[in-house]
């Protein structure tokens, strides 16, 4: 059994491995309203990294943007075994960092189901690049 807490190893951290999926060959899926840039690599120690983020200028108060960030973290720490499967399979490590692009508080449902879209065609990336 897969241990269901999104630990510290687990978040993606520091500018460079921020700013490497946002510079270079974007790679991103879309499930509205969210959008994920990811990078798959290979690796001998097989890993994922998550981050997540909520632009001010979508959110102006930092208690609307904390509680989306709150949820999709949840999301992902519930759902995250889907891309766990394909990952050892292939050795590879990913990093994945969702971004909201809505005005609108989205209930916990929707988030759920969005990012669960979205981690699903993700494993199904790792499963492609694993082939090659």
Request: proline share 4%; glycine share 4%; aromatic share 8%.
């Amino acid at each position: 059994m897969m241990d269901k807490n999104l630990g510290k190893e687990e978040r993606l951290k520091g500018t460079k491995a921020v700013s490497a999926l946002f510079s270079g060959e974007k790679k991103s899926k879309t499930s509205f309203p969210f959008r994920a840039f990811y990078s798959i690599k290979k690796s001998k120690s097989p890993i994922v990294k998550f981050g997540v983020s909520v632009p001010k200028k979508k959110f102006k108060k930092a208690v609307d943007r904390n509680r989306l960030k709150r949820l999709m973290k949840e999301a992902i720490r519930i759902n995250k075994t889907i891309l766990h499967n394909p990952l050892y399979k292939h050795s590879v490590s990913v990093n994945v960092m969702f971004v909201c692009n809505t005005n609108a508080m989205p209930n916990f449902n929707l988030v759920e189901i969005k990012i669960k879209d979205l981690l699903t065609r993700l494993a199904q990336d790792v499963e492609d690049y694993g082939k090659k």
